[in-house]
């Protein structure tokens, strides 16, 4: 096949749309090829195929790409394959719901990002919804959804309404999607229970992201996991290196149950450590193509929901047969790494083994032994003093040597829901990293590093974790943000990791530091599976993969079965090379998708319990500082809990103008200016679940800082009573 033949032909005047088979007789080629080509230019955002399977070339004013709203449903932006941009106002959607494929044709208007409009819908993105009952008469109602990107309610007839209250929180299959002509219509497919339930909470996160329940597995798959074997036999240990002599052991949660790592030090007579890093041989029991690979495929990874875990794997294998249980052989895939003073590894080795945890740690534990022991954890735990207290020691090193380098130290803005017993949430508390998961997560780094070394070496096949240097645009968008708050941030075409860590360094101790963090996090491209590498910017490490989480982790499965060919062929024959340069691409891309899935269910039930906390203290003050600054008001956040809200320029006791250029509200009359980073004292005045909307009101005490006047710039009467959603919604891309 000349590709050079058919790429020219496609681009001549004379080609009309073909199908794959038409393209492949008119050159005599393999259909095969001509599809992987094909594939290969809709990445490149040159041709796009129709329903009727025709590649149709696109012009230079054309588009194709994902269609996703703001939360507040007024803009939407559409995203090619190949990461092009633009904005599409509401008015220009064509009735598209978030997460449709459009075909959009594109036009300049001066913004940084060109704008569309939507000429057609390709695929829909979605074909039920969750949300809430309305009634509306006694033979019809209406489904508002959860989601607040998508902008419409959907009509449902009491004849398919099952039996629905008004404000019950159901499933309903769209039978009708929304047009020029009439709305759109639902069936109603589950009650789930009431919306203001904390019990539907969990269930509604499910349904709307099509998760599977805890537990429940395909008839195959169990089938399959039944034949397994309940234990390791004498026969599995055969070829394996015996690790079970050595103190290796499990670092992880309280409440974790599949353990897929495990740790060793020892100190060499060179000075050097020799660290190994244990990871559960999943692969040993998930073969290829069997029921189990193609489900676990098919989940991508574990979802983990407050304390509800979907696992990728059923609980016989997670829980108990690949989880490195205390004081059981276990099969396991094992990296050793000789790391000197400096954090450089000198050495290392992989190898098929078998190990015997001699103790399941917990970090909560390792810590209060390391830094507050006390004789109970001395005489439970005591007996790995030595060797946690050696890990500490080089998890310290790497860390150095990693920031050395221009690693970025992002702190987790995590939360942890406390949950009381009936069921609601009693607090929302930060969660702290503390010294056992620094070493145990650095540790990780070094194994995953190591392993991606040797394949990238080699060229041959492999599934790589990559982070790709940010976009100048959306820095430039964080530039201004930090400059507002006197933070430097020089910007450069070519960007390094080195400079974002510098900025996290001059915001340390800053009331802004969490925030700032997490749009520095948001300002980043989001970490993919591909089957090219091009580095971790992140981590500013030049090869990287995920090989630590077999057991909740579709690649990593993937990166033991080629390492364990490497480690017993030391190569790849050709035959292999061809089977994995075809198939990594697919798995890459439906690991990556999978995750974003999983991220986004766990963190809609965290927004959820955080509205739900707020709407149990309506009416309290707290201390917030001031996120950002708009038209229609300040954002505000509540920095010990993580949770945000508006004060909406209507409550505030004077005419408000916003000065965008110095991203600041001042007061007409008064004189009073509001900053991003003021510290206020606020009251909680409503929580809404439904609209995952949290609003405040200032406390007259606190009513900012005294000015030089005002701006002079003209703003509209309607201002004070102004929508949250407004055109800052365009700035706000990648911020919100």
């Known amino acids: 096949?000349?590709?050079?033949?058919?790429?020219?032909?496609?681009?001549?005047?004379?080609?009309?749309?073909?199908?794959?088979?038409?393209?492949?007789?008119?050159?005599?080629?393999?259909?095969?090829?001509?599809?992987?080509?094909?594939?290969?230019?809709?990445?490149?955002?040159?041709?796009?195929?129709?329903?009727?399977?025709?590649?149709?070339?696109?012009?230079?004013?054309?588009?194709?790409?994902?269609?996703?709203?703001?939360?507040?449903?007024?803009?939407?932006?559409?995203?090619?394959?190949?990461?092009?941009?633009?904005?599409?106002?509401?008015?220009?959607?064509?009735?598209?719901?978030?997460?449709?494929?459009?075909?959009?044709?594109?036009?300049?208007?001066?913004?940084?990002?060109?704008?569309?409009?939507?000429?057609?819908?390709?695929?829909?993105?979605?074909?039920?919804?969750?949300?809430?009952?309305?009634?509306?008469?006694?033979?019809?109602?209406?489904?508002?959804?959860?989601?607040?990107?998508?902008?419409?309610?959907?009509?449902?007839?009491?004849?398919?309404?099952?039996?629905?209250?008004?404000?019950?929180?159901?499933?309903?299959?769209?039978?009708?999607?929304?047009?020029?002509?009439?709305?759109?219509?639902?069936?109603?497919?589950?009650?789930?229970?009431?919306?203001?339930?904390?019990?539907?909470?969990?269930?509604?996160?499910?349904?709307?992201?099509?998760?599977?329940?805890?537990?429940?597995?395909?008839?195959?798959?169990?089938?399959?996991?039944?034949?397994?074997?309940?234990?390791?036999?004498?026969?599995?240990?055969?070829?394996?290196?015996?690790?079970?002599?050595?103190?290796?052991?499990?670092?992880?949660?309280?409440?974790?149950?599949?353990?897929?790592?495990?740790?060793?030090?020892?100190?060499?007579?060179?000075?050097?450590?020799?660290?190994?890093?244990?990871?559960?041989?999943?692969?040993?029991?998930?073969?290829?193509?069997?029921?189990?690979?193609?489900?676990?495929?098919?989940?991508?990874?574990?979802?983990?929901?407050?304390?509800?875990?979907?696992?990728?794997?059923?609980?016989?294998?997670?829980?108990?047969?690949?989880?490195?249980?205390?004081?059981?052989?276990?099969?396991?895939?094992?990296?050793?790494?000789e790391i000197d003073e400096y954090g450089r590894i000198l050495k290392k080795s992989f190898s098929k083994s078998v190990i015997r945890s001699v103790k399941r740690l917990t970090y909560n534990k390792v810590t209060k032994l390391l830094e507050d022991p006390d004789d109970s954890i001395e005489k439970e735990i005591g007996f790995l003093r030595n060797d946690l207290e050696m890990m500490r020691e080089l998890a310290h090193i790497i860390k150095t040597s990693c920031i050395g380098r221009g690693s970025i130290e992002f702190q987790s803005d995590e939360v942890k829901i406390i949950i009381d017993e009936k069921g609601k949430v009693e607090d929302i508390v930060l969660r702290k990293q503390n010294v056992a998961e620094m070493l145990i997560e650095e540790f990780m780094i070094s194994a995953n590093e190591s392993v991606a070394e040797i394949f990238d070496r080699s060229e041959f096949p492999f599934i790589y974790r990559i982070h790709a240097q940010p976009e100048v645009e959306t820095l430039t968008q964080l530039s201004e943000y930090l400059k507002a708050i006197g933070i430097k941030f020089k910007m450069t075409e070519n960007i390094q990791p080195i400079m974002i860590q510098r900025v996290l360094e001059q915001i340390k101790g800053h009331p802004l530091e969490p925030v700032i963090q997490r749009l520095l996090v948001r300002s980043m491209k989001k970490a993919i599976y591909s089957e090219t590498n091009v580095g971790h910017f992140g981590l500013a490490s030049m090869n990287y993969t995920h090989f630590t989480s077999p057991i909740r982790r579709y690649p990593d499965l993937i990166v033991h079965r080629l390492l364990k060919i490497y480690i017993e062929k030391g190569g790849f024959s050709a035959q292999e090379i061809g089977k994995y340069s075809k198939l990594l691409p697919s798995i890459a891309n439906q690991s990556s998708q999978r995750e974003i899935v999983a991220d986004q269910a766990e963190r809609d039930l965290i927004s959820m319990k955080k509205v739900e906390y707020a709407n149990e203290h309506v009416g309290e003050i707290f201390d917030v500082v001031v996120t950002d600054v708009t038209d229609f008001g300040m954002f505000v956040e509540i920095p010990d809990k993580a949770i945000s809200g508006l004060i909406h320029i209507s409550t505030l006791n004077d005419y408000y103008v916003h000065d965008e250029k110095m991203n600041m509200l001042v007061g007409s009359n008064t004189g009073k200016i509001f900053r991003i980073g003021d510290n206020l004292k606020v009251k909680l005045v409503s929580a809404d679940k439904a609209k995952g909307v949290i609003d405040f009101a200032l406390e007259e005490r606190s009513n900012g800082k005294s000015g030089k006047g005002q701006t002079g710039k003209k703003v509209e009467k309607d201002r004070r009573t102004g929508k949250r959603n407004s055109n800052n919604d365009r700035k706000r891309k990648g911020m919100s």
């Open 1 to 337: 096949m000349n590709r050079e033949d058919i790429i020219n032909y496609i681009n001549s005047s004379s080609y009309v749309p073909s199908t794959v088979k038409m393209i492949a007789e008119k050159f005599n080629c393999d259909p095969e090829e001509i599809r992987a080509l094909l594939s290969e230019l809709e990445e490149k955002d040159l041709i796009y195929k129709t329903n009727s399977s025709k590649w149709h070339k696109l012009k230079p004013d054309e588009m194709i790409g994902e269609i996703k709203f703001t939360r507040s449903g007024r803009i939407s932006f559409v995203t090619s394959h190949s990461g092009k941009e633009a904005l599409v106002e509401v008015a220009d959607t064509l009735w598209a719901l978030n997460g449709d494929k459009v075909f959009i044709q594109t036009f300049d208007t001066g913004d940084e990002l060109p704008h569309g409009r939507v000429l057609k819908i390709l695929e829909r993105g979605i074909d039920q919804v969750v949300g809430t009952y309305k009634s509306q008469w006694t033979n019809f109602g209406y489904i508002i959804p959860d989601d607040p990107r998508i902008v419409y309610e959907f009509r449902t007839y009491s004849n398919d309404s099952m039996k629905v209250s008004d404000g019950d929180k159901v499933v309903a299959k769209i039978t009708h999607y929304p047009d020029a002509q009439s709305e759109g219509l639902v069936e109603i497919l589950a009650n789930i229970g009431r919306a203001d339930s904390p019990e539907s909470d969990l269930p509604s996160v499910m349904e709307k992201y099509k998760l599977p329940k805890p537990g429940e597995f395909p008839k195959t798959v169990i089938r399959e996991v039944k034949k397994l074997p309940k234990d390791v036999g004498e026969d599995d240990l055969v070829g394996r290196k015996d690790m079970r002599m050595k103190n290796v052991f499990t670092i992880d949660g309280d409440d974790a149950k599949d353990f897929d790592d495990a740790v060793s030090i020892e100190k060499l007579q060179n000075g050097n450590y020799l660290l190994g890093v244990h990871i559960a041989d999943v692969s040993n029991y998930v073969k290829e193509n069997d029921a189990l690979d193609k489900e676990a495929f098919k989940r991508g990874t574990s979802v983990y929901l407050l304390d509800t875990v979907i696992p990728m794997l059923p609980f016989e294998l997670s829980n108990d047969l690949c989880s490195l249980v205390e004081g059981k052989n276990r099969l396991t895939v094992s990296a050793e790494m």
